[in-house]
């Protein structure tokens, strides 16, 4: 088995283990492997033999089906675990699950859980590959690098974008992914939510501007991420309720239009229809959110192969 | 026939000043019978006692930690009394304030007998000082019989752990706990404003995503309960205080002339909430560790004297309760073993003077308990005998506590007690290599 290439981690927590070439070959990669999505035989070898398991601690349809369609096109095995089909839920730890998986001699181990640094505490214990699918509040890689994926398509390049993301950022993962890695990749990042969807040091932490209304961030910006509100948070006095936050947070036609001519919509999905955005704008040509779910397979093959089978370091993209 | 110990050419510290370049310190039955310097009227040194040579060591009136949790009774796999009063005599302290938030929690003079007469069972390790809960079963309506407490030899109430949010149950426990000669101790933190929080809010709790303890939580609380000791007029000791803006508030309800007092941890002098990166569980403590602002004024207040104790908040858990993900980890560290090699680099940090630290970890825990003078002709002979110089590094598994939960493994010290003298009795003695 070939070592890790130079200076790729072994886990991947988020997007600032990472740096910007890294992040360059990962794209690259991915926008090679979205080729075999397109072929008749949707399927290639690179991962022949190989388990990945999947360790789904939380509900997750969308993130769990991604990553099992690009391990299966990759021809790795996989193996689907969920909190609710596995003895997580009889008082089994953590750490006793993970061994467990472990003596099946996986390849690697995409986890996804409810708790932040839960991929953290597990990458420090397992000799394999771990692949945060999302972690609590705290990062979501493969959504920040297919938010990238899809920026770079559409504009080319993702340096010197204006990106704004608009919602909930203080719970939210895909925000703090998506603010590293746009960053990182050279965009130029403003924030917006209503105060108690925002919390302290964001500007110093993430490099990032900071609004509590929406239209200063979205003027003259070439993208903007919507993020889900998570309607139940309501209870928890975070916000009013979803018809004002609509009404002062969300996108319509009106305020897209404050946007840069050619400006793009994204969003994680799903889409409250009529609270983060209007139908219009969901359906409107600008908005990438099925493409966001096309290229979510490819980058998440490239992860897998990158992390599992590294090319030898100098080799260049697969092109298998 | 009388019992001597002799302990010979120590630098006394905490005591006359004429001790601190070097002193004899005669124990006769366990009481202190004599300390002087050395060669001018030194005690004779009875025929038959035991000499000990203590040339190059510190000696300090023992050491008392008055915040610690010895899990005993109902979590006896953290910390029993042996493990504990061991780990505590091992890092150097002579007593030990245990907390009542046991299970269940001690509220009764019965309990507080049971365990006080258990901890004289225990062979070797330091003294058994006991708190007794404000309310009862901490519930923070009612109060505890504070009279049959004291009677029962506690020596503290509280309900630490958490605050006593009714305002007017916590005045009435200040005056009646005053009238007993019992300390009353809170654990200043608004619960309403840091539920569910994991650590410190600010940048990294952003970075990491996880929901954060403002500072404010614990401020809020200190202000109120200051407030109540100055209404009326009585004493009243807060616990592990962390922020900057906490301390302050102290320090200027001292001024005011409330009879207030406070203690701080070492891990907030000399830990931040950087120390979560990376989502280490031995970084989660409550209060949380701060910002470099906050640990800097935590100093600041160590040195001008608005703190007056430098106690562990030692919390030991097992392995179950730490090694798993962060958001579910227990909260707590332990500190016994830990706490004086850190005091010691405090003072080469800071040129804190010895004196300073003899209040901190003796003199002032000792008046606040309400405990014999240390180092008096008649007192009972608790003496902390340091080694300043020892170089070592700090192994949990080489310690005496049942729980190995802390976030100094590894740390390289120079300096630790080497001897731990009880009742005259030499209840630790460090293993020379």
Not at chain 1, 99 to 113: G, Q, S
Not at chain 2, 244 to 258: M, S
Not at chain 2, 272 to 286: C, I, P, Q, W, Y
Not at chain 2, 372 to 401: H, I, N
């Amino acid at each position: 088995m070939k070592g890790p290439m130079q200076g790729w981690p072994k886990d991947l927590i988020d997007l600032d283990q990472l740096t910007e070439q890294q992040i360059t070959q990962v794209l690259d990669t991915a926008l090679a492997f979205r080729e075999v999505s397109e072929r008749e035989i949707k399927k290639v070898p690179v991962l022949r033999g190989k388990l990945v398991v999947l360790f789904f601690h939380e509900n997750s349809t969308r993130t769990r089906l991604s990553f099992e369609t690009a391990a299966k096109r990759l021809s790795a095995d996989t193996l689907a675990l969920s909190s609710s089909g596995s003895s997580m839920s009889k008082g089994e730890t953590l750490l006793d699950t993970a061994r467990n998986i472990l003596a099946m001699r996986p390849d690697a181990l995409v986890i996804r859980h409810g708790a932040a640094g839960a991929p953290v505490f597990l990458g420090e214990r397992l000799p394999i590959p771990v692949l945060n699918a999302g972690d609590g509040p705290h990062a979501h890689p493969t959504q920040g690098l297919l938010d990238l994926m899809t920026l770079r398509d559409a504009k080319g390049s993702v340096r010197g974008l204006k990106v704004a993301i608009v919602g909930d950022i203080a719970h939210s993962r895909v925000a703090r992914s998506d603010m590293v890695g746009l960053v990182r990749m050279g965009a130029e990042v403003r924030v917006a939510g209503p105060p108690s969807m925002l919390c302290p040091g964001l500007e110093e932490e993430y490099g990032v501007t900071v609004h509590t209304r929406v239209e200063p961030a979205l003027e003259g910006a070439d993208a903007v991420v919507m993020l889900r509100i998570q309607l139940e948070r309501q209870r928890g006095s975070l916000f009013p309720g979803a018809r004002e936050y609509a009404r002062v947070y969300g996108l319509d036609e009106r305020r897209a239009a404050l946007m840069a001519p050619g400006s793009v919509i994204l969003h994680p999905g799903p889409v409250n229809q009529g609270v983060e955005m209007t139908p219009e704008i969901y359906g409107a040509p600008n908005s990438l959110i099925l493409d966001q779910v096309t290229n979510g397979v490819a980058v998440r093959m490239a992860l897998l192969c990158l992390m599992v089978d590294p090319p030898e370091p100098g080799a260049s993209a697969p092109s298998r | 026939m009388a019992r001597h110990l002799s302990l010979k050419g120590a630098r006394i510290q905490g005591g006359p000043p004429e001790l601190e370049r070097g002193g004899d310190i005669l124990i006769t039955d366990g009481l202190i019978a004599a300390a002087a310097p050395c060669g001018g009227g030194a005690p004779e040194c009875p025929e038959g006692a035991e000499v000990v040579d203590c040339t190059g060591l510190l000696a300090f009136p023992g050491f008392i930690d008055m915040h610690v949790h010895l899990r005993t009774p109902g979590q006896e796999h953290k910390e029993d009394l042996d493990s504990g009063l061991a780990a505590a005599a091992a890092g150097g302290f002579t007593s030990v304030l245990a907390m009542p938030n046991t299970s269940p929690p001690v509220d009764t003079a019965a309990q507080v007998g049971d365990l006080l007469a258990r901890s004289l069972r225990v062979r070797g390790g330091a003294r058994l000082l006991q708190s007794a809960c404000l309310t009862r079963d901490r519930g923070g309506e009612s109060l505890c019989e504070y009279f049959e407490l004291k009677e029962a030899g506690a020596s503290a109430v509280t309900d630490d752990g958490g605050w006593v949010a009714d305002g007017a149950v916590m005045r009435r426990a200040i005056d009646y706990a005053a009238v007993c000669g019992l300390l009353p101790l809170t654990h200043p933190e608004d619960p309403t404003l840091s539920r569910g929080g994991l650590m410190h809010e600010g940048r990294i709790s952003t970075r990491l995503g996880l929901r954060g303890i403002p500072p404010q939580a614990e401020e809020s609380a200190i202000y109120r309960d200051c407030a109540l000791s100055l209404l009326t007029g009585n004493p009243l000791h807060v616990c592990h205080v962390s922020t900057a803006e906490g301390a302050d508030l102290i320090r200027r309800f001292k001024a005011l002339g409330a009879r207030v007092s406070c203690e701080t941890a070492p891990h907030y002098l000399f830990l931040t909430h950087e120390r979560v990166l990376g989502f280490d569980s031995h970084a989660k403590m409550n209060p949380p560790l701060r910002t470099e602002r906050d640990r800097e004024a935590m100093r600041a207040a160590l040195l001008d004297g608005t703190v007056d104790a430098i106690a562990t908040d030692h919390a030991p858990h097992s392995s179950l309760e730490k090694e798993v993900e962060f958001t579910d980890a227990a909260f707590g560290i332990t500190g016994l073993e830990t706490a004086v090699p850190l005091a010691l680099r405090l003072v080469r940090e800071t040129g804190m003077p010895l004196r300073l630290l003899a209040s901190l970890m003796s003199l002032n825990p000792s008046r606040l308990l309400g405990l014999p003078e240390p180092l008096k002709p008649g007192s009972p002979a608790d003496l902390t005998l340091v080694d300043p110089d020892l170089e070592w590094t700090y192994r949990a598994g080489e310690g005496f506590s049942k729980s190995r939960n802390t976030p100094f493994e590894g740390w390289e010290f120079t300096g630790r007690a080497v001897m731990t003298v009880v009742g005259g009795e030499i209840r630790y003695r460090l293993a020379r290599g």
